[in-house]
């Protein structure tokens, strides 16, 4: 089902927005200072590309520089990007099969905001995962 949810979200939304991503990255790179953001951005364009089967979760040992730098992170790219997220859920919510696209589309509103001191990790929370929980 993942898979499945994957590729329609690839084709109807999720392309573009992994160039928004790419697009964001690559200009992070231009002035030296911003690569580390750029990198944060080259990380969340594949979990835009492919999202169903991940999630987000928050690193233990961020501090008050993944804090600074998500500020700068919000003010260089941001919140233009969450603004691509919002308008592409709503516009993926008009239809009934959009709607698990437009949900995994507002998934990834949190790391748009603040990318630094999260991962992105698998969800893990499918019948063969559980199966082979039990096992070990």
């Known amino acids: ?30 002035p030296i200072i911003t690569i580390p953001w750029a990198i944060a951005s080259f990380r969340i364009a594949g979990f835009a590309l492919w999202p169903f089967g991940r999630t987000i979760v928050a ?6 520089g993944s804090f600074v730098g998500n500020v700068i992170w919000f003010v260089l790219a941001g919140w233009w990007l969450v603004i691509a997220h919002v308008v592409s859920a709503v516009a993926l919510a008009v239809t009934i099969i959009g ?17 630094l001191g999260k991962d992105i990790v698998p969800t893990g929370d499918g019948e063969f995962d559980r199966r082979r929980q039990q096992q070990s």
Do not use: Q, T
């Not at 993942?2 to 231009?30: D, E, K, Q, S, T």
């Not at 690193?59 to 008050?64: C, D, E, L, N, R």
């Open 1 to 30: 089902m993942r898979l499945l949810l994957n590729v329609i979200w690839l084709v109807f939304g999720g392309f573009w927005l992994f160039l928004g991503y790419v697009l964001a990255g690559v200009l992070l790179c231009i």
């Open 59 to 64: 690193k233990p040992s961020a501090g008050v």
């Open 99 to 115: 709607i698990p696209l437009a949900l995994a589309d507002l998934k990834l509103i949190p790391i748009s905001l603040a990318p």
